[in-house]
């Protein structure tokens, strides 16, 4: 197989049973995930989660303590990087500043393909072998610059680039090997919200044109809600949930995944207090998002507005409940505001509670 065609072992990798420890600590505790061709999955999780270690683990950048790496079903869990051929995009791309564009783009295929003789600036005017594979080489680093629209900057130093420019030919130097898989560890992290956008956009188009299995590692939901066709949401060094973004935003399975998830955290009256809401309430943890908590002389549940931040399109009032419970409510347009210190009445929807129990697990609606 040549290395600068479509490759043929683009396709499924995974960690089965995946435990890593450092000492006696357990980063990463019995995690399976599969990413399949043409999948696009984030590992969305707080600081210190284990994010990054599985995207090592899956990369060979770090040997699991017991279970099992495998692609495309052969076991590669004492192989290194090289047996891989995975794909490492990360939040610092340092790219060669002496070097063009093109030739930072090369240098995957150059080191992986050429002797240090062969790489000479000459050598090709010396064996029709080394200019073959130059021509190769020029010929592939050109389809993933068009395909990055790069194709006009190849010539170019990176101190002649935009940021996102930069960027992007960091992607390319990642794609040009034709990897199995391609993952990103917090790409998105360094750039303003504007070329966030810009770039998530690329990503996903990138995803959809190249249809290799990307992981997409972040402690940001709304880049994982808004790019990820599965989230696998990682607490404490495990999977705490995994499926669409739609599937874990609306039904979330305990209470660290449906606090974490959303832009604002979601409300969690506990038991006993949250009979104020619903029956139910007596032995479940209600949950409820800001925007779903209106205001209302009926409601039986009662608080204190703390505080009120306006975010243009929307204001945000926290409040506190008799039993020391905070509250947010998200209020739109042109709605009269209550005051610092009054106390108002709230109410919510049973189509918009979630219901928890002791444990903190999902409970299916009660009737
Ligand atoms: N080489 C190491 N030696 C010892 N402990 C480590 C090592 N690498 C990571 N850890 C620990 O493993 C846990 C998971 O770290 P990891 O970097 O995977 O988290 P993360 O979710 O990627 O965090 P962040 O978002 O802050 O990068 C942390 O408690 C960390 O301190």
């Known amino acids: 197989m040549s290395a600068v065609t479509q490759s043929e072992v683009s396709g499924r990798i995974s960690l089965e049973g995946v435990t890593k420890k450092f000492g006696e600590a357990e980063a990463i505790k019995n995690i399976s995930l599969t990413l399949h061709k043409g999948e696009f999955v984030a590992l969305l999780g707080a600081s210190g989660c284990g994010k990054s270690t599985t995207l090592r683990l899956l990369a060979g950048l770090e040997t699991a303590t017991s279970g099992r790496v495998m692609l495309n079903g052969r076991d590669v869990t004492k192989e290194g ?34 002797s240090a003789l062969q790489r000479l600036p000459g050598a090709g005017l010396l064996s029709n072998s080394v200019r073959g594979m130059q021509d190769a080489i020029a010929k592939r680093v050109l389809e993933v610059a068009t395909t990055l629209r790069l194709e006009k900057l190849l010539q170019r130093k990176p101190s002649q680039l935009s940021g996102g ?22 790409p998105l992290s360094n750039l303003d919200t504007q070329l966030r956008g ?5 990503l996903r188009a990138l995803h959809r044109r190249t ?3 990307f992981l997409l590692v972040t402690h940001d939901q709304s880049d994982a809600l808004s790019m990820a066709d599965r989230i696998a949401v990682m607490i404490d060094g495990q999977i705490a949930q995994l499926g669409t973004p739609k599937n874990i935003f609306e039904t979330p399975a305990n209470i660290a995944v449906a606090t974490f998830i959303g832009n604002h955290r979601m409300n969690m009256v506990p038991p006993g207090e949250a009979e104020l809401l619903h029956t139910a309430g007596g032995q479940c943890h209600v949950g409820v998002r800001p925007e779903d908590v209106r205001i209302s002389p009926n409601g039986k549940l009662e608080a204190v ?48 509670m979630h219901f928890f129990d002791r444990q903190g697990q999902r409970q299916k609606v009660p009737q």
């Open 211 to 213: 249809q290799y299995p």
């Open 81 to 114: 990087p090289a047996a891989r051929n995975i794909a490492l995009m990360f939040q610092s791309y340092a790219l060669y500043p002496h070097l063009t564009v093109a030739q930072n783009i090369s240098m995957p295929l150059r080191l992986g393909r050429m």
């Open 198 to 202: 810009d770039t998530r956009d690329e």
């Open 305 to 352: 507005v703390e505080s009120i931040a306006f975010h243009g399109e929307e204001t945000i009032l926290r409040m506190k409940t008799q039993n020391n419970t905070t509250l947010r409510t998200m209020l739109r347009g042109t709605q009269s505001l209550p005051s610092q210190g009054q106390t108002v009445g709230l109410a919510v929807e049973q189509s918009a």
């Open 165 to 186: 420019q930069q960027q992007r030919v960091a992607l390319a130097r990642a794609l040009v090997r034709d990897p199995s898989a391609f993952l990103l560890d917090e």
